[in-house]
């Protein structure tokens, strides 16, 4: 085997990144995988980095969730290094969709196999995102839930602080635009998904797959947050499009328009506001998978 070269991108503030390193290494030796590592100094972005090494090195390996892979994404698109995905997240929603094991030794030797595949991106105001774009409900928490939280508690956190925000949601109006035609809304949220999962446990589609080239909406128009919890087993099967409240469909563009600017949660990170625009990148970045 060839022994290959990775820029090596450990988030150390997300769930199991800082305290997994050491292994991470010991485990990316025994695979014959070199690695280039920023100094711990470093003020520099994952994207920036992926552009500064792309002629030394022969991938990249990001370490963290997903809002550590959106941070990469620009730098991978300008490049063309396959992404490998150790996943330490919270959630680690982008590794399940693409079948990536959780498990480290697991993960490491997908990489080390070298079997890589061609996956979409979403795309929002030119902002790249790996799974789910979302306004209201879920920007709302990705501002409430801090990265503390989120280490201390993993998935409990997101329903501990969903819970609170949910009594105090109210539905906002929408303009949205697709496939021709414009119609208003009065939603909660409205998620647009490029990959299955998200929110650590729900599926944006039943069907999805991140190589599929659609974008995959659905706006939640409940009237009242209690009635959510009829649709918590469909949110988490991917199934919620077949109730009357919620309005589902799959497209290759779409715009949305809110009196006032919301904040757009792209992978758990806030990156832009409405008005946005939506559109799918076909088999944008090249991913290690099994």
């Given at each position: 085997m060839?022994?290959?070269?990775?820029?090596?991108l450990v988030n150390?503030n997300?769930?199991?990144?800082?305290?997994?390193l050491?292994?991470?290494?010991?485990?990316?030796?025994r695979?014959q995988?070199?690695?280039v590592e920023l100094p711990p100094t470093a003020d520099?972005?994952?994207?920036?980095?992926?552009?500064?090494?792309?002629?030394?090195?022969?991938?990249a390996i990001v370490?963290?969730g997903?809002?550590s892979?959106?941070?990469?994404?620009?730098?991978?698109?300008?490049?063309?290094?396959?992404?490998g995905?150790?996943?330490?997240?919270t959630?680690n929603d982008?590794?399940k969709?693409?079948?990536i094991p959780l498990d480290?030794?697991?993960a490491i030797g997908?990489?080390?196999?070298?079997n890589?595949t061609?996956?979409d991106l979403?795309q929002?105001?030119?902002?790249p995102?790996?799974?789910?774009?979302?306004?209201?409900?879920s920007?709302d928490?990705a501002m409430?839930l801090?990265?503390?939280?989120?280490?201390?508690?993993?998935?409990?956190g997101?329903g501990?602080?969903a819970?609170?925000l949910?009594?105090s949601s109210?539905?906002?109006?929408?303009t949205?635009e697709?496939?021709g035609?414009?119609e208003?809304l009065?939603?909660l949220?409205?998620?647009v998904?490029?990959?299955r999962?998200?929110?650590?446990?729900?599926t944006?589609?039943a069907d999805a797959?991140a190589t599929?080239?659609?974008?995959?909406?659905y706006?939640?128009?409940?009237?009242?947050?209690w009635?959510?919890?009829r649709?918590?087993?469909s949110?988490?099967n991917?199934?919620?499009?077949?109730?009357?409240?919620v309005?589902?469909f799959?497209?290759?563009?779409?715009?949305?328009?809110?009196?006032?600017p919301r904040?757009?949660n792209?992978?758990?990170?806030l990156?832009?506001?409405t008005?946005?625009t939506?559109?799918?990148?076909?088999?944008?970045?090249s991913?290690?998978v099994?």
């Amino acid at each position: 085997m060839t022994p290959k070269t990775a820029l090596l991108l450990v988030n150390p503030n997300s769930r199991r990144g800082r305290e997994s390193l050491p292994q991470v290494r010991d485990l990316l030796s025994r695979a014959q995988i070199d690695y280039v590592e920023l100094p711990p100094t470093a003020d520099v972005s994952a994207a920036d980095a992926i552009r500064e090494h792309a002629a030394r090195v022969d991938m990249a390996i990001v370490g963290g969730g997903d809002g550590s892979l959106n941070g990469a994404a620009p730098g991978l698109l300008d490049t063309g290094l396959p992404l490998g995905v150790l996943p330490l997240g919270t959630a680690n929603d982008f590794a399940k969709t693409v079948g990536i094991p959780l498990d480290l030794p697991s993960a490491i030797g997908v990489i080390a196999k070298g079997n890589t595949t061609k996956v979409d991106l979403g795309q929002a105001n030119q902002h790249p995102f790996f799974n789910v774009a979302s306004i209201g409900f879920s920007a709302d928490l990705a501002m409430s839930l801090t990265e503390k939280a989120k280490k201390r508690w993993g998935k409990l956190g997101y329903g501990l602080v969903a819970a609170r925000l949910l009594a105090s949601s109210r539905l906002f109006t929408a303009t949205l635009e697709h496939d021709g035609q414009a119609e208003e809304l009065k939603t909660l949220q409205v998620s647009v998904g490029n990959g299955r999962f998200y929110g650590g446990g729900m599926t944006v589609h039943a069907d999805a797959t991140a190589t599929d080239g659609m974008l995959d909406f659905y706006s939640l128009e409940v009237d009242h947050w209690w009635r959510l919890l009829r649709l918590l087993p469909s949110l988490r099967n991917g199934t919620q499009g077949e109730w009357d409240d919620v309005r589902a469909f799959s497209t290759k563009a779409l715009t949305i328009r809110t009196s006032k600017p919301r904040a757009v949660n792209l992978d758990g990170e806030l990156k832009t506001t409405t008005p946005v625009t939506f559109a799918i990148l076909e088999k944008a970045v090249s991913v290690f998978v099994p």
